[in-house]
């Protein structure tokens, strides 16, 4: 009977200290198929968000981070209801309707154009300057990742759009000429190209980006963690000030093999 009531003690202090710590810690969610910059594996997240959460909130605040991935577009559903607490990636009108955001982002990437060497519309594409000019092109097919707000606004006057819950397979549709262009930041779809072997049948743009995009941690405005916004906000003033912000951005990039 003591032995009994010895192991309830256990589990309950056990149970009773997780739910403390997660009472305690803010829990940012990430996309599952970003690679490098956010995917999971076993349940763990990964990448170069993860990592810009725990030296700027972590370290450098000490905040206690509960990290957890999914697919972005669930990711999205969980902030905006509650259930979670954050995301990072970038801003857009509905996501300023249930987030609010830091003041400075993390770091910057530029969006561009990516196509197949192969593809009929090359020279074409090579005079594109805007997203302006693309909807005139009313024959090629756009795709992108399923629940990126940011594409899903952008492209919405485009003739012809696809998507694809995993970002990872997008370089080898372009080469299979499955569609035709892909706007997304050069660092992240080169990386995917290569990993995926096909990165020397790839044309990336990037003489006139489509768009420079920042990239921020943004809290849902049902999180009792709103009130960290202002000491998140003075933290990344003090390192941009300093020119620390875009040395952590150069270190986390490298151990990412992001150049």
Sequence with gaps: MKQNLTSLSIIFFITFSVNC????SITITYGSQY???AWGKNGV???VQKDFVDKILGEKLGIKVIHEVCPWKRCQLYVREGVKDGFFTVSTPERAEYTIKSSIPFYETEFVMHTSKRNRNVEQLKTIKSLKDLEKMHDIEHIHMLGSGWHEKALKNMKNVVTTVDASTIPSMLTLLRADVYIEQS???RYQAKVNGVLEEILTLDETPIKKLGWHIFIGKNSKYQ???PKINEMLEKLQASGELEKIKVEIFKKHGIE
């Design 187 to 189: 660092e992240m779809f």
């Design 21 to 24: 710590f997660a009472d305690n």
């Design 35 to 37: 690679k490098p910059f």
């Design 45 to 47: 997240a990964y990448g």
């Design 227 to 229: 009130s960290l916004m």
